[in-house]
Nanobody, 123 residues
């Protein structure tokens, strides 16, 4: 069982930056792939980024590639999402997810979810 708690969301102007954090409980954190998804009002949840259990492989949606960076610290049971050059279209609730297998792009394939943190980018 893994419990996930996100933090770091907020209100930022376009072009600004935010760093999201996800704290995970559980002794086997290092064996999970970790991911970030987002959901804007009236839209489906979409994949943003993910990192393999070792941290050696990172994956990004085309819409955030070059602007967002995912990382993890297995010693701290944490995963991070550094978001730069934010755009109004990045506004959404961002949720952290864990999967007991390889990274997957579909939200329904992930095993555990956090409650999410709101990111609002003003123009």
């Amino acid at each position: 069982q893994v419990q996930l708690v996100e933090s770091g969301g907020g209100l930022v102007q376009a072009g600004g930056s935010l760093r999201l954090s996800c704290a995970a409980s559980g002794r086997t954190f290092s064996s999970y792939a970790m991911g970030w998804f987002r959901q804007a009002p009236g839209k489906e949840r979409e994949f943003v980024s993910a990192v393999s259990w070792s941290g050696s492989s990172q994956y990004y949606a085309d819409s955030v590639k070059g602007r967002f960076t995912i990382s993890r610290d297995n010693a701290k049971n944490a995963v991070y999402l550094q978001m730069n050059s934010l755009k109004p279209e990045d506004t959404a609730v961002y949720a952290c997810a864990a999967r007991e297998s390889r990274v997957a792009m579909r939200a329904r394939m992930w095993d555990y979810w956090g409650q999410g943190t709101q990111v609002t980018v003003s123009s």
